[in-house]
């Protein structure tokens, strides 16, 4: 196993608080899994085994409706936690996790976790928080894909990729992932062709610019009147 630096859990909300010599003893028992591009993690309805904690590249997060659509419900980056239904002894993932690049996870099983929860009961108190946080996340996400229109969707979404994966670009923050038209469709519930024409639409008007699987955000304040609009 690599030698990693314990402090990397320190930002992971399930670790975040705890003492440096609990994060080297969580660090001690975990393990290292590596998945290519294209490649998954776990898929719906999967036996729930491990919990990770993503290093390494970037993953969807997505799921599947009753009619077979898939729906992208988040993209990750590294230093998040995913699977922790795992930790809480749930019989299935309810989500798929599938590699955009190759990337690199510290994994628990689901034993290990539950000795770690019982040793140091922060965990278990900080697992909870996390899973509870998400659960409201997604009845969020819920909600505005029920309820609103599709263009404030779309520009949150644009806006909440480049807050958690943005980076300084010439001119706005590029999203600094492969984003492309269809996951943002998929990741707003609407169709391929109403995201192409809204995001040309933006571009003319200056306020992202679209190229092909990256955009970059110049003018967040418009975006963000669409949003809040």
Known sequence: MPVIDPSLLANVPLFTGLEPLVLVDALAVARIRRVPAGGFYFRESDPATHLYVLTEGRLKITQLTPEGHQVIHMLLTGGQPFGGVAALGEGSYPITAEAVEDC?????????????????????????????RRFHELQVQHRQLMTERVERRVARALLKLAKNAGREAPGGVEIDFPLSRQDLAEMTGTTLFTVSRLLSGWDERGLIKAERQRVTVLDPAALLAIAED
Request: zero cysteines; glycine letters at 4%; proline letters at 3%.
């Open 104 to 132: 690199v996870a510290l994994s628990w099983d689901a034993h290990t976790m539950t000795g770690l929860m019982r040793k140091y009961p922060d965990i278990a108190i900080n697992t909870a928080r996390f899973l509870a």
